[in-house]
């Protein structure tokens, strides 16, 4: 059961839908998960759709959606294709923090040809020596007369390769003492350069998020090419989070939603004993479990995504809804691999790459035991880190 009191929510949910169907089918996303890349021709396509730039303010050329009808996107992005939910969130984070804190030249220059799905920003922020522990990255720029100059490593930075930039968390200041958030900017690196050597990963899920190393070497970036205030890179961050959050929240709602649909099919169709194997309680009870948690994140992820659109305080909903779709969507998929059997671990079957892709969530974009740590302190717990 959705609970889409909106007529709008509803319409796009719908959209998606039929563009997956007659578009997108499954046999088509399963060879870009096989060739790990999404091509820049379907970027184009969302910009056509008005998804690209979805949440992009409409005076730059994108739909202004809030976070709720993203969040509904999103959901409805990552029923059909994770992988490709997660480096349109990145881009949506991104292109969050230009419209919050770009100048009005690089709001005007670069969110119109992110929206038309034209021009492609990745985020580098996690560091092989650094991924939960972000604030100890070492990658640095520094100005000279003809521009920033960054040198360093980035590891897991999504659809990096095919990125026209990369926006770059790196250190342009030293730490103020134990204040190691002070001192970092977002430094909007040209990706296609020299200097910049990428390296793809070979991963086992969202295969074709195109996940790379990110080698800088003495990379260049214009003098202007500081998104938001220099040094207080990390503080623009933190006011995404939140987003960020919520819409990740709704990708595992969408994989939770696809998960069960897929197998509640299979289970009615599936003969045994001659009957349908959905007819055994045993295949019932844990179908019905996730069921009910399946309504249990989409209320928190809703609840959290109407606090945020509404400017309400959402942080700690935010991050429970995190949490909650995450852990659900492991529990889920694993519930669903059993009533498939055989069947699910079948490259073609769409549960194995579901069930593949969402092992991302517990740990990306931050890990959930960070976010418990973050959910005790609001508890009024000590800091335990
Ligand atoms: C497919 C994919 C796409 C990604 N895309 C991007 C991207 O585009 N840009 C980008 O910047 N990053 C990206 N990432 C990186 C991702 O955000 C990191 O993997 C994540 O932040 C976790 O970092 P880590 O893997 O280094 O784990 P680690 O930091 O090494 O953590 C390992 C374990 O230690 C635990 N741990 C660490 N510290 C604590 C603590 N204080 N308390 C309790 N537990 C703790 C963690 O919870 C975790 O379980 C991507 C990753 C993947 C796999």
């Given at each position: 059961m959705n609970f889409d009191p909106i007529p709008e929510h509803q319409m796009l949910r719908d959209s998606v839908r039929q563009f997956f169907a007659r578009e997108l089918p499954e046999r088509k996303i399963r060879e870009m998960d096989r060739a790990r890349k999404i091509p820049r021709a379907l970027w184009k396509r969302m910009g056509e759709l008005g998804w690209?730039?979805?949440?992009?303010?409409v005076e730059y050329g994108?739909?202004?959606?809030?976070v709720m009808l993203a969040a509904v996107f999103v959901e409805e992005l990552s029923r059909q294709f994770p992988s490709m939910a997660t480096d349109w969130l990145l881009i949506s984070m991104t292109a969050r923090i230009l419209r919050e804190a770009g100048t009005q030249a690089q709001k005007e220059t670069l969110l119109p040809k992110l929206a038309a799905g034209e021009w492609l920003m990745s985020f580098g922020m996690t560091e092989p020596a650094g991924g939960?522990?972000?604030?100890?990255?070492t990658t640095r720029a520094t100005l000279e007369a003809d521009g920033w100059t960054i040198s360093g490593q980035k590891l897991f930075t999504s659809f990096a390769d095919d990125a026209d930039a990369i926006l770059v968390l790196c250190r342009t200041e030293p730490a103020e003492g134990t204040k190691r958030a002070r001192g970092l900017s977002l430094v909007l690196t040209p990706?296609?350069?020299?200097a910049v050597a990428v390296r793809r990963l070979e991963l086992?899920?969202?295969?074709?998020?195109?996940t790379c190393e990110v080698f800088f070497d003495q990379a260049k970036a214009p003098a202007?090419?500081?998104?938001?205030q220099r040094g207080r890179g990390w503080y623009h961050l933190l006011a995404s989070l939140d987003e960020e959050r919520i819409l990740c929240a709704a990708m595992y709602v969408g994989i939770t939603s696809a998960a069960l649909d897929q197998t509640l099919q299979y289970a009615m169709d599936r003969q045994a004993f001659g009957r349908s194997?959905?007819?055994f309680q045993a295949v019932q009870h844990p179908l019905a479990e996730s069921a009910t948690e399946l309504e249990q994140i989409r209320l928190l992820t809703a609840k959290a995504a109407w606090l945020q659109s509404n400017k309400r305080e959402c942080t700690t909903e935010a991050a429970m809804a995190k949490l909650a779709a995450t852990e659900t969507a492991i529990r889920a998929t694993d519930r669903c691999m059993r009533v498939l059997a055989g069947y699910g671990l079948v490259?073609?079957?769409p549960l194995e790459r579901l069930f593949r892709d969402?092992?991302?969530?517990?740990?990306?974009?931050?890990s959930n035991e960070m976010v418990m740590n973050f959910i005790s302190e609001r508890l009024g717990l000590p800091r335990s880190y």
């Open positions: 690209a730039g979805l949440s992009v303010p994108g739909s202004g959606a809030d939960t522990d972000v604030l100890g990255l990706r296609q350069q020299p086992m899920g969202m295969r074709a998020a195109c202007d090419a500081v998104v938001g194997i959905g007819a490259e073609e079957s969402c092992r991302l969530g517990p740990f990306s974009p931050i």
